[in-house]
């Protein structure tokens, strides 16, 4: 299996996880999130595949967080009602972060070993989308775990904005 085929398999699997996560959260406001992230990662496993085939590749920019900002607004009310079932969501955001570090250092690796200028175009353009959905999967977990962390004291000094 070439590098290229190990990175087609890897954005299957996640655009299969991410299309699992929509239909687990189908209830809320995250199910959209999930179903935008799945859309990216086909693309990303269309654009590896194209590279194989040697066709042309459109790196124009695309991603799910482009879509995402009207979304995160209503997800306040989904984050101030969480109990302890939604509270066990958090490992299935945690395990989407490592996914997209994963894909992250498997680009940057590819990155590394490509030989021509359009290689090198396409890995950037894929470590660049999957920095952008590690970062939609960070600020989730940190507005998830601030209640868990957040202590309103004098004595513990000036803290961040909330």
Same mark, same amino acid.
């Given at each position: ?15 299969? %996880? ?88 498997? %680009? ?55």
């Amino acid at each position: 299996m070439t590098s290229l085929e190990f990175a087609i398999n890897l954005e299957n699997e996640g655009e299969k %996880y991410y299309r699992k996560q929509a239909e687990l959260n189908k209830d809320n406001y995250l199910k959209v999130v999930f179903e935008l992230l799945a859309k990216d990662e086909k693309k990303h496993a269309e654009k590896l595949r194209n590279k194989l085939e040697h066709k042309v590749n459109d790196l124009k920019e695309s991603s799910a967080l482009n879509e995402v900002d009207d979304i995160f607004t209503g997800l306040n009310d989904f984050f101030t009602n969480l109990n302890d079932e939604s509270q066990k969501q958090l490992k299935v955001y945690e395990e989407a972060l490592g996914i997209e570090k994963q894909s992250i250092e498997l %680009y940057e690796k590819l990155l590394s070993e490509a030989q021509d200028y359009e290689e090198k175009s396409l890995f950037t353009y894929l470590i660049e989308q999957e920095k952008e959905h590690y970062q939609l999967f960070f600020n989730v977990l940190t507005f998830l775990n601030r209640p868990n962390e957040w202590v309103e004291d004098a004595e513990f000094g000036i803290r961040e904005e909330y």
